[in-house]
């Protein structure tokens, strides 16, 4: 590989070629850098695709920072253009949606564990935060999910009014809150205590049930009704 590095991929014994071998053998065998290379498709003029995605990962630190990275950052790495980003962002997108347990109509929500497990992949990776409701109905099965606001990288601005106007044209029974810290760390802020004391306070007087607001994290999240910061 390392004598070929610099031809074209079409100049490689196809035993060698990134493609070739993920149809042959599965992709688990090939690196992180011959599979972007399928996806990059070609290199430079000096550079083959797994040269140029060699380089990517180096740049932005891995694989987990490359699905984190911004479209303009990575348009100014030599090789990598506007087509080649989007490619890049649809494959990451693509993955995280696969990997996410389906929240649909009808689902019954049981633990805090479910919700993570659906929105985990979703959020992790997003540099804003995002603040999320679900919709449950009196059986807290989900009736539905929206994106109430989008902060910036440390807060997100939630008003009652706003969380609470989609439940009450929904007639939902309940609600669970919901959102990411981009830092990756879960822990509650003092903020986030206080808006949530607010949204149950807004709850009670609505006649709408409150039964969790989550933080999420990278890789794990904290509950509030969990940590019994909610009595539900």
């Known amino acids: 590989m390392t004598t070929e590095a610099h031809k074209g991929i079409g100049q490689w014994p196809a035993a060698e070629r990134p493609r070739e071998r993920l149809l042959a053998k599965g992709p688990e065998i090939l690196s992180d850098a011959q599979l972007l290379a399928i996806l ?16 990517l990962l180096h740049y932005v630190g891995g694989l987990a920072s490359l699905a984190r990275s911004g479209s303009e950052e990575l348009c100014t790495i030599p090789g990598i253009g506007p087509a080649k980003v989007a490619q890049l962002k649809a494959a990451f997108e693509l993955g995280r949606r696969a990997m996410a347990i389906p929240l649909s109509t009808g689902t019954k929500i049981s633990s805090s564990s479910d919700v ?30 929206a994106t109430v606001s989008e902060g910036s990288l440390t807060v997100s601005i939630v008003h009652p009014r706003e969380v609470f106007a989609l439940a009450v044209r929904e007639s939902a029974a309940g609600v669970i809150f919901l959102h990411n810290h981009p830092s990756g760390d879960p822990t509650p802020s003092v903020e986030d205590r206080r808006l949530t004391d607010r949204l149950v306070m807004a709850g009670e007087v609505l006649g709408i049930r409150v ?3 989550m933080v999420i994290g990278d890789g794990r999240y904290v509950s509030f009704a969990d940590e019994g910061w909610i009595k539900v």
Do not use: Y
């Not at 990059?40 to 380089?55: C, F, I, K, N, Y």
């Not at 497990?117 to 989900?142: C, G, M, P, T, Y």
């Open 40 to 55: 990059l498709r070609t290199g430079r003029r000096d550079s083959s695709a797994v040269q140029v995605a060699m380089e």
């Open 116 to 145: 993570f497990q659906h929105f985990h992949s979703l959020v992790r990776d997003l540099k804003r935060e995002i603040f999320k409701v679900i919709l449950l109905d009196a059986k807290n099965a989900v009736m539905k999910e």
């Open 211 to 213: 039964l969790d607001h």
